[in-house]
């Protein structure tokens, strides 16, 4: 881990050397090998942000129980959510609301290939995604002085540079996701304000007006969806699309939790926006909060984890079957493995479990432990098994 | 890390300490209890104060505002009655955005400043009446509003003239009410907080609620802490390289960043005091430990100065989220305490 610290500073100190691995690297072929260690992931590679057990570090690495020398990049930066670019072993990886930076990184040694600073008076929020073709980046963003929601636009082709930006229709952006066809994106405007001089205190003069939005390519607006009065309270944080052209959506509320107020919804791909029913127990169980959201990867089941309330829901996205809980103490990152109902989850306790849903319920398959507070997020890489 | 182990711990602690007479949970704490001990040793009496701190400030006012001191007299017990349970966000104060009604703080665009100013230029009295003012930016409902009325930037005299009268009437009268709603909310029989947590009821739902409430009411302890070390300490006396910025402290205006500092960790001593019967060990160290961050913060010591305090509330954090949420098993975990 020295050895890793050592390599990333010195990247950081040498902006030369960065863009001359940047440049090799785009060119190279996908190549190379890595052990997930005692965990099988079957066809996938996963990543997460962590943050060290032992020490106040933060960083990034491949999801596996640590036993085996992967690598990790050691940052001074709490880091969140990202994505891994298509076609590419490039994997960007977000600070933390409010967050100062993205870095670029190679899926394959963890090498930073870049670090991003955010543009002057506008601070990350955490998230970010590709465009299909993997030739343009956008994350989440804030204009805070105006307290102002915005998606960045970076072109991946010109070292990431960032081109432009536009509304993200709400304020607080938190997750970005494509749309089903690649066409759009769809964003929750969680509602809450910040600003860096506050650090993450809550800055909203009135209530949170969350939104979902979807936005088409030249940021224009093209649908807008919020919960209504009854639900004005919940701030909408994360997202996943179906393979069939639906949102679900993971809430938080901000008020008291004790309302038990539903917190997972879905938006039909004919864009009729619906809690889900759930058991009288769910809402309670949850305790107020989802900290991130996936589908399977045929669009059957979805899955919301909740740290506050040490479980992870399980339910059909069209509704019917019963609803399924598991008990995981901290419990946050959430990712769709390749096969059909199948899961892959972390905890902030070093858990990595593989979850299989079905109509019988869920059921914990395989789990391993690392030596590392996994943070909120898991990032999949759209290229299938690690041959990293 | 398993409950296991900080049970037999716990029995370990419990044995060792049965010669000093302390009662001896049989097994591990319930939450309820967890919830019930930190309500009624602190929340609860927190909040009953408040509400009279608040009800003398709106009566203050009342008499009108030819004796500033009297007024200012007034928003300083109410200043040091919130700093007593500003930390708590369990419950009805989470409700309706009160604590942010209440303090809005930190506040870097200058909300208050600003929403204040346009209060002030108004044509009319509209806006002035408290259910009125309870509806504008909360920026303006609360404490910080009042403060800027009652004191100038470098200490000169202040005149209340009547348009900015009638605004600190309507702020004080506003926060009396949000004050017993609070407090009545808490206290209701049957329906109320203290009441709910007080039923042995016991279901899946209320076991669940149970085990939430003495979640929050940890979190919001560990939160304190994170709270005054970075937000509060830090820019007072200036701490991991950065030089002093004593404007972006908490309620400078007033002179008042060092002592609501003093009144948090006071409320963190009281919490931890409160938890002694269940976590005897866990629970005396994080007192100690919050007591060793008040001397440092009182000598304030150390190299730089401020350190030392910023280093001793730390530590107690440490102790907040590691060991003493454990001890009562329940634990906060890395993403629970502070996710997004």
């Known amino acids: ?388 | 890390m398993t409950g296991g182990t900080s049970r037999m711990l716990r029995v370990a602690t419990i044995l060792g300490l049965g010669l000093l007479g302390l009662a001896a949970p049989a097994e591990a704490a319930d939450p309820r209890e967890v919830a019930l001990a930190i309500s009624q040793g602190v929340i609860v009496p927190g909040y009953r104060d408040l509400t009279a701190a608040f009800d003398r400030q709106r009566a203050a006012w009342e008499q009108g505002c030819g004796d500033v001191e009297a007024l200012r007299a007034a928003y300083n017990q109410a200043a040091d009655a919130w700093a007593a349970v500003e930390h708590v966000r369990f419950g009805p104060i989470s409700r309706e955005q009160r604590s942010e009604r209440i303090a809005f703080w930190p506040d870097p665009r200058n909300a208050t400043e600003r929403g204040l100013a346009a209060l002030i230029a108004a044509p009319d009295e509209s806006g002035l009446a408290a259910e009125r003012i309870s509806t504008t930016s909360v920026a303006v409902q609360g404490l910080p509003a009042l403060e800027r009325l009652l004191y100038r930037e470098g200490g000169g005299k202040v005149g209340l003239d009547d348009r900015r009268c009638a605004i600190g009437r309507a702020i004080s009268s506003n926060l009396a009410s949000i004050g017993q709603s609070v407090s009545a909310e808490w206290s209701a029989p049957r329906t109320g907080q203290l009441a709910q947590l007080e039923a042995t009821a016991t279901s899946a739902e209320t076991a669940a609620a149970d085990k939430s409430a003495a979640t929050q009411m940890l979190t919001d302890l560990a939160t304190l802490f994170m709270v005054v070390a970075d937000r509060k300490i830090a820019p007072l006396y200036g701490v991991k390289g950065k030089p002093p910025n004593p404007k972006a402290a908490e309620a400078w205006r007033s002179g008042r960043s060092r002592r609501n500092i003093d009144l948090n960790l006071k409320a963190a001593a009281a919490t931890a005091r409160s938890l002694v019967a269940l976590a005897p060990q866990e629970a005396s160290e994080l007192a100690r430990r919050v007591a060793d961050a008040e001397v440092a913060l009182a000598q304030n010591e150390g190299n730089p100065p401020g350190f030392a305090a910023f280093a001793g509330v730390k530590v107690a954090q440490y102790v907040a989220i590691q060991k003493l949420p454990e001890a009562l098993d329940v634990p906060l975990g890395f993403n629970s305490l502070d996710g997004d």
């Open chain 1, 1 to 388: 881990m020295a050895m890793t610290r050592r390599r990333v500073l010195a990247l950081l100190g040498s902006t030369a050397t960065v863009l001359a691995q940047a440049r090799a690297l785009v060119a190279e072929p996908f190549a190379g090998s890595m052990s997930s260690g005692g965990l099988d992931l079957g066809d996938d590679t996963c990543f997460a942000a962590f943050a060290d057990k032992l020490s106040p570090d933060f960083g990034v690495g491949p999801v596996a129980d640590g036993t085996d020398a992967c690598w990790a990049n050691i940052v001074e930066t709490r880091l969140h959510g990202g994505a891994v670019r298509p076609r590419s072993h490039e994997l960007v990886v977000v600070a933390r609301r409010p967050g100062s930076c993205f870095l670029v990184i190679d899926a394959r040694s963890g090498g930073l290939l870049r670090s991003v600073e955010a543009s002057p008076g506008r601070h990350f929020y955490g998230h970010a995604v590709f465009s299909a073709d993997g030739c343009w980046l956008f994350t989440t963003e804030a204009d805070y002085e105006a307290g102002v929601g915005l998606i960045g636009v970076y072109d991946v082709t010109r070292g990431y540079s960032r081109t432009a930006e536009w509304a993200s229709g709400g304020v607080g952006p938190h997750e970005l996701v494509l749309t089903q066809d690649g066409g759009g994106l769809w964003v929750a405007n969680g509602g809450v304000d910040t600003h860096p001089d506050g650090g993450r205190a809550m800055l909203n003069e009135g209530t949170l007006q969350s939104t979902l939005v979807r936005l088409d390519l030249s940021g224009k607006l093209a649908a807008s969806y919020d919960l209504g009065p009854d639900l004005d309270t919940l701030s909408i944080r994360h997202i996943a699309v179906t393979p069939d052209g639906a949102l679900v959506f993971g809430c938080q509320d901000q008020a008291d939790v004790a309302a038990a107020r539903p917190l997972v919804g879905v938006v039909s791909a004919a864009g009729r926006c619906e809690i889900v029913e759930a058991g009288r127990s769910v809402w309670p169980a949850l305790n107020g909060y989802v900290g991130s959201v996936a589908v399977d990867s045929q669009g059957k089941y979805l899955a919301a984890t909740s740290p506050r309330g040490n479980q992870v829901l399980f339910q059909a996205v069209a509704g019917g079957e019963q609803t399924s809980l598991i008990a995981l103490q901290d419990v946050c990152g959430v990712a769709a493995l390749s096969r059909p109902g199948a899961f892959l989850v972390t905890s902030g306790a070093g858990e990595i479990a593989r979850v299989a849903v079905s109509a019988e319920g869920a059921r914990i398959t395989m789990r391993a432990r690392a030596n590392r507070r996994w943070d909120n997020h898991i990032i999949r890489a759209s290229w299938g098994r690690a041959p990293i």
